[in-house]
C-alpha cells in the first residue's frame, strides 16, 4: 500500500503510469464536464435535476424505459414551467411557448428542427417530419397540400364511408357470430384507418377489414417507431453512437427497416398506375417523377423516387396509427365515464334517425361529440412526447425566458396536457371544460393543446383526421352500445415511444336496435 501511496508503483512500471495518466485526465474532464455543466454553462440558471443537468444519460434512459412522458410531468410538477432536462435541452409546457416555438413570430427567426433528434429513414432521404432544412420541409408539403384541400376532403368522403360502412357490418357479424362480448376495438379501428390510409396513398386497401385481421405491416409500424425512438436517443451520443447502435437488439432495426422497404415496394407498384386515380401520389406527380439522387431545393415542384418512398413510410404512420390511437383512447374513456357516455349518446342518437344519415358536415355540428375528441387529444395525445427545435443564432426568447443559440427546446404533450398549472383536474376527463358551461373549467389553459402541432409545420392531415374520427365515433356509438371488459379497466396504463404502446382494448358490443 505504501508503494502506491509514495508513487514508487507507478515509476516503475512504464505502463502503469501511462493508464493511470489516461484515468486521471478522463476523471479531470468527467469533474470539469460537471463543474462546467453545473455552474458556468448558458443554461445553469434554469431549474431541473442536477443528474439531468450534467448528462444525457438519465434522458436516454427515460426514453428507453418507455416513460418519458411521466418522467418529464413529474420534472414539471416539481420545477416548474421549464425544466432544463439535459446539459443543452429545456422542456416547457405553457400554451406561450408552444406558440414562441413551433408558430410563426414576425421579426423573429424560426426554431428548426433538431437533427439529433430525427433520425433519417433507411434509405437516407428525409420525409415531410424529418426534413430539418425549411426549404425541403416547404417544397413537400406543397406538392401534398392539395390532397389534404377542403374540396378533397370532401371527394374522398364516398371512399372513407365505405370503408366505415364495412366497419360497421363487420363488428354487427361479430355480435351475431356470438362474439360481442369481447371485441378487441383497437384492432378494428386500426383495420379501417389503415384500409382508408393505405386507398388514398397506394390505391388499393391492405384488406384488414374484409379479412378481418392484421395486415403485417401493422405490427411492424410500430415495431419501426420504437426503433426511432431507441436510435434517437443514442444519436444524442454522436460520438459514441456506431458502438450504441450496436447494443440495440437487431430484431427492433430490422422491423424499421421492413416497414420502410414494404412502404418502397407499395409506392412502385402504385407509381406503375399513373396520375389519373386522385390520391396521394397522383399530387405528387402532378409535375412529374424524378429519379435524381438526393433532394431538390424549395423552389422545385417535383418529388424524387426516394422522397416518396420517405413520405410514405410516414404517412402510413401519421394517417392511420394515430387515429385509431385517439379513437381508442376516446373509447376506453367513455367507457370508464358512464355519464359522459351517456350524453354524447344521446347527441347522435337524436341528431340522426338512420346510420345513412351520417355525413362528415353533419358529424361536424355535433358540439358534445366534438367536446369529447377535444378532451381525448388532450388526455390520451396520439403524439405523446415532443417535437425538438434549435434556438436560432442569437438565441431567442420563449415564454419569457431568452434562450442561448442552439439550445434544444421542445413542448411535451403528454406532460403539458396533464399539467395542473394547465388544467383543473387534468387527469379527469372531462369533455365540458371545452364547452365553456362549466365556471369549475373557467381558468383552463385550452390553447396549450396542439395535438397537431402549429405553424408552419403544423399536421398536414388535420381536417382529415378529424372527420375521419367523427365520422367513426357517430357511427359506432350510433349503432353499438359499449362496455369496458374486466380485462382493459387499466388500458391506459401503457409506455410510451413517441406512440403509445397499446395493449388490446377490449369491449362488449351490443348492438343497438333501431327504428327506421
Known amino acids: ?91 416547457f409546457n405553457s400554451a406561450q411557448a408552444f406558440r414562441d416555438i413551433y408558430g410563426f413570430r414576425p421579426g423573429h427567426q424560426s426554431f428548426r428542427k433538431d ?85 388514398l396513398m397506394f390505391g388499393e386497401s391492405f384488406g384488414c377489414l374484409r379479412d378481418s385481421q392484421l395486415h403485417p405491416w401493422i405490427a411492424l409500424i410500430f415495431a419501426s417507431m420504437k426503433a426511432l425512438a431507441f436510435l434517437g436517443a443514442v444519436n444524442q451520443y454522436p460520438a459514441f453512437s456506431a458502438v450504441l447502435q450496436k447494443m440495440i437488439p437487431a430484431s427492433i432495426i430490422q422491423k424499421g427497416v421492413d416497414h420502410f422497404n414494404l412502404s418502397a415496394r407499395k409506392v412502385d407498384r402504385r ?36 422522397e416518396i418512398h420517405s413520405n410514405a413510410f410516414i404517412l402510413i404512420v401519421a394517417g392511420s396509427e394515430t387515429s385509431a390511437t385517439l379513437l381508442s383512447g376516446a373509447i376506453y374513456y367513455l367507457c370508464k365515464n358512464p355519464s359522459t357516455m351517456e350524453k354524447v349518446l344521446e347527441e347522435i342518437r337524436n341528431a340522426f334517425t338512420a346510420d345513412n344519415d351520417i355525413t362528415f ?19 390520451y395525445p396520439p403524439f405523446v412526447t415532443s417535437l425538438a427545435r434549435l434556438a436560432p443564432a442569437g438565441g431567442d426568447t420563449v415564454d419569457g425566458h431568452f434562450i442561448p443559440e442552439n439550445t434544444t427546446v421542445a413542448c411535451h404533450h403528454y406532460a403539458s396536457y396533464h399539467s395542473p398549472s394547465n388544467f383543473v383536474s387534468p387527469d379527469d376527463f372531462v369533455p365540458e371544460r371545452w364547452l ?55 388500458w391506459k396504463d401503457q409506455e410510451v415511444y413517441f406512440l403509445w404502446d397499446k395493449p388490446p382494448l377490449v369491449v362488449s358490443l351490443t348492438e343497438r336496435a333501431v327504428t327506421v
Open 271 to 306: 407509381l406503375e398506375m399513373g396520375a389519373e386515380r386522385p390520391d396521394f401520389v397522383s399530387a405528387i406527380l402532378k409535375n412529374g417523377l424524378s429519379e435524381k439522387e438526393g433532394q431538390y431545393a424549395e423552389a422545385e415542384t417535383i418529388m424524387t423516387r426516394a
Open 115 to 199: 437533427r439529433t433528434h430525427y433520425v433519417y429513414p433507411p434509405n437516407g432521404v428525409d420525409h415531410l417530419v424529418s426534413a430539418v432544412d425549411d426549404g425541403v420541409h416547404a417544397r413537400h408539403r406543397r406538392l401534398l397540400a392539395n390532397v389534404f384541400s377542403e374540396r378533397e376532403l370532401r371527394a374522398q368522403e364516398p371512399l372513407i364511408r365505405g370503408y366505415v360502412d364495412l366497419l360497421i357490418s363487420k363488428l354487427q357479424l361479430q355480435i351475431q357470430e356470438g362474439k360481442g362480448a369481447s371485441v378487441d376495438i383497437r384492432s378494428w379501428f386500426n383495420y379501417t384507418t389503415f384500409d382508408v390510409t393505405g386507398d
Open 361 to 379: 358536415s353533419k358529424a361536424t355540428t355535433l358540439s358534445y361529440l366534438n367536446a369529447v375528441i377535444e378532451e381525448s387529444l388532450r388526455i
Open 436 to 490: 365553456d358551461t362549466d365556471s369549475r373549467f373557467a381558468e383552463d389553459k385550452k390553447d396549450t393543446v396542439q395535438a397537431f402541432s402549429l405553424g408552419p409545420r403544423n399536421c398536414i392531415g388535420k381536417n382529415l383526421a378529424y372527420a375521419e374520427i367523427r365520422l367513426i365515433l357517430c357511427k359506432v356509438l350510433f349503432n353499438f352500445d359499449i362496455a369496458l371488459c374486466p380485462e382493459s379497466e387499466h
Open 1 to 91: 500500500m505504501s508503494a502506491w501511496l509514495t508513487g514508487t508503483a507507478w515509476s516503475g512500471n512504464p505502463a502503469v503510469l501511462l493508464a493511470g495518466a489516461f484515468v486521471l485526465l478522463f476523471l479531470l474532464q468527467w469533474v470539469y464536464k460537471v463543474v462546467y455543466n453545473l455552474y458556468l454553462a448558458p443554461l445553469r440558471n434554469f431549474p431541473g435535476p442536477k443528474l439531468w443537468a450534467v448528462s444525457r444519460l438519465p434522458y436516454a434512459l427515460s426514453v428507453t424505459r418507455g416513460h418519458h412522458h411521466l418522467d418529464i410531468l413529474e420534472l414539471h410538477k416539481r420545477y416548474g414551467s421549464v425544466v432544463r432536462i439535459s446539459p443543452h435541452e429545456l422542456a
